[in-house]
């Protein structure tokens, strides 16, 4: 075969390539959304909307200010202080044109110690920092768990008390308490890390064994009894020490070593909360920045993943370049929040219609009329749709019936010489007219 053979044959396998490409696009016009991730319409964003108006106000009502950090940090910023797997098999890490590694945000913590730790010297503490936005973590997608997701976070910043951790236990409470979650629905299971460091030292289990041990630990309702006996074992704990550990993650009653636990109790239930709280011994929580106090929300039957989860962490600010600095935190995402939330009734019904008007277009003679109106009603602060086309009444009748608007203006002969229009109440079936002069204190009214 000639060279011009060659050439002629590979362009056509270019050409059939193409084809063939060509024709699936055809065939397969809708391009999928990107595994992991979720398209939010009308009726998702009424809800996302919805809870982050609640943690607003939840945040708020305890005197922490919103803040947000970027959306991408560079991966030494998790290296420092995240943990080893969540740097190495959850974070989207890609190279930026200068060859740093960069990361879309796997979790908010470390940001917000590099953040009070740029101007530590001009802020006044403690601090009260919350935030709501989107995080990136390269997991299996599953049940309350997506590779992009929504997060509340929120923290308290320098002091070091176990009754800050309350507080921060308490702002998770008053959020279930304030949607409707009952504590015979969801409960905050809590334990000390500070604690389980005396449990494993009393086990004669080496330190540099301590954050694989809280791995076992917290991966013990993850774990056939087999599957972690044999996890167990590969981290070389004696039978000794394997049943030692048992034994202190049945013991409910553990808690009462802890001074920082007695306190947290003792104050949620000062407050009158304490009935959404419960001592848990195998709360460990992955992170490794965690030092002291530890808690997770679950639905009582501990179906799916956590709720939220946090604790208290000791020198975060300290590891990112700042001064030491105590603090305790805690994040919730939207997408397990939403599962519970659902599941107990407690989502509010949301109007399948943003606006409260519709401005019917009579016809082209009155087209102008008909946007007056509308834009008296918008300036008036009335939510409000006007018709953008000429067509038939029972259109515009049948299209603000389906979109849910509750009311109806109309605008004729009649009424334009009347200086009048119809309004008519589509719930109620209702129909009256109203001066011009009338018109928006009138709907004003109907809406309080």
Not at 85 to 102: H, M, P, S, W, Y
Not at 123 to 149: A, C, D, I, M
Not at 171 to 184: E, H, I
Not at 349 to 375: P, Q
Request: charged fraction near 30%.
């Amino acid at each position: 075969m000639n060279e011009y053979s060659q050439l002629k044959k590979g362009y056509d396998k270019i050409n059939r390539q193409k084809k063939f490409i060509n024709e699936g696009i055809k065939m397969n016009s809708i391009i999928s959304s990107v595994k992991g991730t979720r398209d939010f319409y009308p009726e998702d964003m009424a809800i996302r909307t919805w809870l982050y108006q609640m943690v607003k106000e939840v945040s708020e009502v305890f005197g922490y200010s919103e803040y947000e950090g970027p959306f991408i940090e560079k991966i030494d910023l998790y290296a420092a202080k995240s943990g080893e797997e969540l740097v190495k098999e959850q974070a989207f890490v890609f190279e930026d044109r200068g060859g740093d590694l960069i990361s879309l945000r796997p979790e908010l913590t470390p940001t917000l110690a590099r953040m009070i730790a740029q101007r530590q010297k001009q802020l006044v503490f403690p601090q009260r920092w919350w935030s709501f936005g989107p995080f990136w973590r390269y997991e299996r997608p599953q049940k309350g768990r997506t590779r992009e997701f929504f997060q509340w976070n929120i923290d308290l910043l320098g002091t070091d008390s176990a009754v800050s951790d309350a507080e921060l236990i308490t702002v998770c409470a008053y959020f279930f308490n304030k949607v409707g979650l009952s504590p015979d629905e969801v409960k905050i299971f809590v334990n000390s890390r500070k604690l389980m460091d005396q449990i494993l030292e009393e086990l004669s289990i080496s330190p540099e064994l301590k954050q694989d041990i809280f791995r076992l630990i917290d991966r013990k309702e993850k774990l056939s009894p087999s599957a972690w006996k044999d996890y167990a074992d590969n981290l070389g704990l004696s039978e000794q020490q394997f049943e030692g550990l048992k034994s202190v993650l049945n013991d409910k009653e553990l808690w009462k070593r802890s001074e920082d636990l007695v306190t947290v109790f003792e104050t949620l239930n000062t407050i009158g909360f304490g009935d959404y709280v419960v001592y848990d011994p195998q709360i460990i929580r992955g992170l490794d920045y965690y030092t002291g106090i530890v808690f997770e929300a679950k639905d009582i039957d501990k179906e799916g993943r956590s709720i939220l989860g946090g604790g208290h962490y000791g020198n975060l600010v300290g590891d990112v370049g700042g001064d030491p600095l105590p603090g305790v935190g805690f994040a919730m995402g939207d997408v397990m929040a939403r599962i519970i939330l659902e599941k107990y009734g407690c989502l509010p019904d949301f109007a399948s219609s943003t606006a409260d008007v519709l401005v019917t277009v009579f016809d082209e003679a009155l087209f102008n009329d008909s946007l007056k109106i509308a834009s008296e009603l918008r300036n008036a602060g009335i939510k409000t749709i006007c018709f953008t086309e000429v067509t038939k009444f029972q259109k515009q009748l049948k299209y603000a019936s389906r979109i849910g608007v509750p009311y109806l203006i109309i605008v004729g002969p009649d009424e334009k010489e009347a200086e009048e229009v119809t309004f008519k109440d589509l719930n109620n079936r209702t129909q009256e007219n109203l001066k011009r002069s009338e018109m928006v204190r009138i709907i004003k009214e109907k809406l309080a």
